[in-house]
């Protein structure tokens, strides 16, 4: 995956002029969000990201951003616990990789932009807090481990703001995701020990904010 962003990496850098805005940025950021669902509520967490971004001028005021960025995503989620029944947030977490490409339009020459543009995802499992697999969820007669089998491969749409000096941009950006993560469940499975559960469905939704420094 990294040879396949460095192949195209060079490519654009011989395809644009030598004088053209073209780098290798190096970035780190913090998220902020959760799993927006009908079927449970999941509670906003505080994770990270951060990878390999390289932007590169198409014209005038129009740029692009392809980007290989390793993230954690964390959200919570009200449980009981299977002794005491006594409610209890209990954090899931999920690691994984995502490919973006982005256009860009230059509001204020290389000092502000506009960006948006589609994220490939691959994740791994929705892993519960370690030792609380086990505990109930509010919603039907489930447990916290019967969620971990979500989607490998996610797709999300992105747009944002970037702004700063050339070398270093200060950017924020929201994403929602477009895949269900939960597409992947075993619902027969799961239907045998709660026959009233649905097609459930959960889409990621991130706040993120960091910088990039471009080489």
Known sequence: MIAVFFTVHA??????????YNRLGLQGGVTYGNLHSNDFAFIDRYGY???LSTRATAGENIFFIYGVNFHEFKTGLETLHPVSMEPEEIDFKATGVQINLFVGHKLIKEHLS???GPLIQINSKLNPEEGKEG???KEYDLIASDLEQISRMNFSLAAGLSGGLPNLKLWLQY???ISNLFNKL???ELRLRDPTVPGLKANMRLVSAGLVFYF
């Open 11 to 20: 490519f654009a850098q011989r395809k644009f002029p030598p004088n053209s």
């Open 49 to 51: 990201t951060a990878g």
């Open 114 to 116: 506009l960006e948006m």
């Open 135 to 137: 505990y109930l969820l």
């Open 175 to 177: 994403q929602y995701g």
């Open 186 to 188: 075993n619902y027969e």
